[in-house]
């Protein structure tokens, strides 16, 4: 199986403008990324949307294409990038591993395990969870939560607490039941990604803004690889505040 990473990066973030470019450690967040992926894939590129993430790209001897503007997630951003990078690349891939341009700090383990989902032919879609092991992130919506079935298979993802424990009190439900939070690293066969975003929106996608739950309710199925590592993403200035207390900066 011929596996590519691609980082989508978008430089017009509402929330903080130009993040791919600001400086982690001596070097701009999207080069950090781009490290990691490549300690685990030969072939890395950049999908931006914008000239000067493109540019930073090139000067570091990374490998980048441009894509539209206009695309709603990162999962659109790939299925455009795919064809542009195999025709100059001359080859084809079997398998896209989305990895988000916000986590300089991804762990190899991780870019492993989500590589190795696919060991099994069936596996269409990949992701990760992590098991919660505090009550807030159980009710943070911003932590998508999912269950599991037994064959290690996403059965659905929210911004609620799911399951709901109906005999016990909120407080102590994360002593009574084993949660996942999602960690947003996606890993897609590439015929399944070009049909994945051919699909108009679902209605459980626009209830919950998780696109997810669209390829879920349109009956494909998405295999669950385990982490203990922390999703680190840095999404406002506010994040790289705390990142900085935390002593990781």
Not at 18 to 26: A, D, E, F, S, V
Not at 61 to 76: A, P
Not at 111 to 116: G, P, V
Request: proline share 4%; net charge positive.
């Amino acid at each position: 199986m011929e596996f590519i990473a691609i980082i989508p990066a978008r430089y017009a973030s509402t929330r903080f403008p130009g993040k791919p470019l600001i400086n982690i450690n001596g070097k701009t967040m999207i080069r950090n990324v781009y490290i990691q992926a490549k300690k685990v894939f030969s072939e890395v590129y950049i999908a931006t949307d914008d000239e000067r993430i493109l540019l930073e790209v090139q000067s570091f001897g990374g490998k980048g294409v441009m894509t539209k503007k206009k695309h709603k997630s990162g999962t659109d951003r790939c299925a455009e990038a795919i064809d542009k990078i195999e025709l100059l690349e001359n080859k084809t891939y079997d398998i896209i591993i989305n990895i988000q341009g916000d986590e300089p700090f991804i762990k190899t383990e991780q870019l492993n395990e989500i590589k190795s989902c696919f060991k099994l032919k069936r596996t269409q879609i990949a992701t990760l969870v992590k098991p919660i092991n505090n009550k807030d992130d159980i009710f943070n919506p911003h932590k998508p939560k999912v269950v599991i079935s037994k064959n290690k298979e996403a059965i659905y993802f929210s911004r609620s607490p799911i399951p709901y424990l109906s005999k016990h009190k909120n407080t102590n439900w994360v002593s009574k039941h084993l949660y996942y939070k999602h960690i947003g690293l996606y890993g897609y066969r590439k015929d399944i990604l070009k049909s994945i975003t051919a699909l108009p929106q679902s209605s459980l996608e626009i209830a919950e803004s998780l696109e997810q739950l669209r390829w879920i309710e349109n009956g494909y199925k998405i295999k669950i690889g385990f982490t203990e590592h922390e999703s680190i993403s840095i999404d406002t200035p506010r994040d790289l505040e705390k990142i900085r207390q935390i002593g990781l900066l």
